[in-house]
């Protein structure tokens, strides 16, 4: 799990894809493809949303918009990705989410998270 978070931390730095994260990614999702060394297709999950929305957990919903970036009123991207039962709710703060520069970037980072819970 602290690979998960590290590689999540690392992420959060990042402006764009990257294939490094993709392989990265990757390797954690299949630690037995990864430990066998074989050639694999690289899947761009940090810089194309169609494969960043493969990491969205079964039965998990996911929401993105387009908005100002936070404090620094830059515009940016935010995800979320949630359980059904978050959709009632009005409180949102344990919902997995990131503010991001991409939009794939941005629903890669919150699948991740919700990945860690």
Not at 19 to 39: H, K, M, N, V
Not at 57 to 82: N, S
Not at 108 to 113: D, E, F, S, Y
């Amino acid at each position: 799990m602290s690979d998960l978070m590290d590689l999540i931390a690392r992420l959060d730095a990042a402006s764009e894809g990257d294939e490094d994260f993709d392989i990265e990614i990757g390797d954690l999702l299949d630690p037995a493809s990864a430990a066998s060394g074989e050639t694999r297709r690289i899947i761009p999950y940090t810089s194309s949303l169609d494969a960043a929305l493969t990491l969205v957990p079964d039965h998990w919903r996911w929401l993105l918009d387009k908005r100002p970036w936070g404090e620094r009123r830059q515009d940016g991207f935010r995800a979320e990705v949630y359980l059904p039962a978050h959709s009632y709710k009005g409180d949102r703060s344990d919902v997995p989410s990131h503010w991001g520069p991409t939009p794939a970037l941005a629903v890669c980072i919150a699948a991740l998270k919700a990945r860690a819970r």
